[in-house]
C-alpha cells in the first residue's frame, strides 16, 4: 500500500509526496509537528500541516533568507534569527567570518529539540558552537526589549497563522528598527506571490514605512507553496543591490553566489506590480 503526504497549500490546491516513513507526530504547546521521510525530498518537517523544511531543497531557502543581507552589511557582527527553530538559518549565519553572536529566538523547544534528533544536517549549527545563542520565548516579546543590538534581524517564521501572525504586522517591523543598530537590516520570508500576493503588498508598504531601502527578492523552493518564493529585505542605509559582487567573500553554497546576489532583485512584472 502506497502512503502519499499532500499538503492543501490552499483550498483548491496542494502537492503530495510519497512517504517512505512516519518517524515522529506530535502535538506541541503550539502547534502540530510531524517528521516524515519521502522519497523525493527525503526527510521533512511539518507544522499544522505545512512543510517547513525537506533535506533536499532546504539549502535554497536558508542560504537566500541569510546570504543576502549578510553579505549586504559591511561588518555583520550581531545577527538575530525569529523563529528558525529547525537551525537552517543559523548554520548559514555563522559561515560569515565577521559573525560574532548568532541569537535564534524560537517560540516552540520541540521544534529545535526534534530538528536536532532527525534534522541534524540543518540543525548542526545549534550545539556546541559558542557563537550561538538559542532561546525559546515569543520573538514579539524578545523584539519589545532588544533595543539598538543586532546588525541583521532574519524572521525565518512560519506562515501569518497561530503564535506568527503578530510576525507580519506593522509594529513587529516598527520594533524590529528600533532593536536594530543605526545601519541594520531586515529580512523576512514573505510567502508566495502567487498565492500570498494582497500579503506581499501590505507588508511591502509596511516595511517600507519603515525603512528607507525596502526590496522585495525572489528564490524557487519547490516544496513551499506555487514553488515561488518571497523575500522582503529592509535596510536603515546600506542597498543591497550597490555591493559590489567582486568584493563578497566565498561561501560554502549550494545556490547563493554573488551573482545571484544582484540579480534576484530583478522581478517579473506581475511581481513589480505588487510593490507599487
Ligand atoms: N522556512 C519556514 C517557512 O518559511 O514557513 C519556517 C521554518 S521555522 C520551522 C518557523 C518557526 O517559526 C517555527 O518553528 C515556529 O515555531 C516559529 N514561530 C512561530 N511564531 C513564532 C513567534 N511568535 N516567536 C518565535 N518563533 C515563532
Known amino acids: 500500500m502506497e502512503l502519499w503526504y499532500t499538503e492543501k497549500q490552499t483550498p483548491a490546491h496542494g ?20 517528521v516524515i521521510d519521502t ?43 525569529i523563529g528558525g527553530g529547525d537551525g537552517g538559518a543559523i548554520r548559514e549565519i ?21 530538528s536536532k534528533q532527525y534534522l541534524p544536517e540543518i540543525a548542526a549549527a545549534l550545539s556546541g558552537n559558542p557563537k550561538v545563542e538559542v532561546k525559546v520565548e515569543d520573538g514579539i516579546r524578545f523584539i519589545a526589549e532588544a533595543k539598538n543590538q543586532f546588525d541583521v534581524i532574519i ?4 506562515e ?6 503578530g510576525l507580519f504586522a506593522l509594529d513587529f517591523y516598527q520594533a524590529i ?5 543605526p545601519d541594520g537590516i531586515m529580512v523576512a520570508q514573505t510567502e508566495s506571490p502567487f498565492f500570498n500576493p494582497d500579503l506581499i503588498s501590505r507588508v511591502f508598504k509596511d516595511i517600507s514605512s519603515v525603512f528607507p531601502i525596502t526590496k522585495l527578492y525572489l528564490a524557487n523552493i519547490p516544496t513551499y507553496p506555487s514553488g515561488l518564493w518571497s523575500f522582503t529585505l529592509g535596510s536603515k542605509q546600506y542597498d543591497p543591490e550597490l ?20 540579480s534576484v ?12
Open 94 to 114: 555563522v559561515k560569515h567570518s565577521k559573525v560574532k553572536k548568532a541569537v535564534l529566538v524560537e517560540i516552540d523547544s520541540r521544534v529545535i529539540e526534534l
Open 177 to 181: 528598527s528600533q532593536a536594530l543598530k
Open 243 to 262: 555591493v559590489d559582487e567582486n568584493s563578497l567573500p566565498e561561501i560554502e553554497t549550494k545556490y547563493y553566489t554573488p551573482r545571484i546576489h544582484k
Open 39 to 81: 522519497v523525493q525530498f527525503g526527510r521533512m518537517l511539518v507544522l499544522d500541516g505545512m512543510v517547513m523544511t525537506t533535506i533536499k531543497d532546504e539549502f535554497v531557502y536558508h542560504e537566500m533568507i541569510s546570504h543576502v543581507a549578510l553579505n549586504t552589511h559591511p561588518n555583520p557582527e550581531n545577527v538575530l534569527v
Open 155 to 158: 524572521v525565518d517564521s512560519t
Open 15 to 34: 502537492i503530495t509526496s510519497k512517504v517512505s516513513e512516519t518517524l515522529h507526530t506530535e502535538k506541541t504547546e503550539f502547534q502540530d509537528l510531524a
Open 160 to 165: 501569518p497563522v497561530g503564535p506568527a501572525v
Open 265 to 276: 532583485f530583478r522581478l517579473p512584472r506581475f511581481v513589480e506590480n505588487l510593490l507599487k
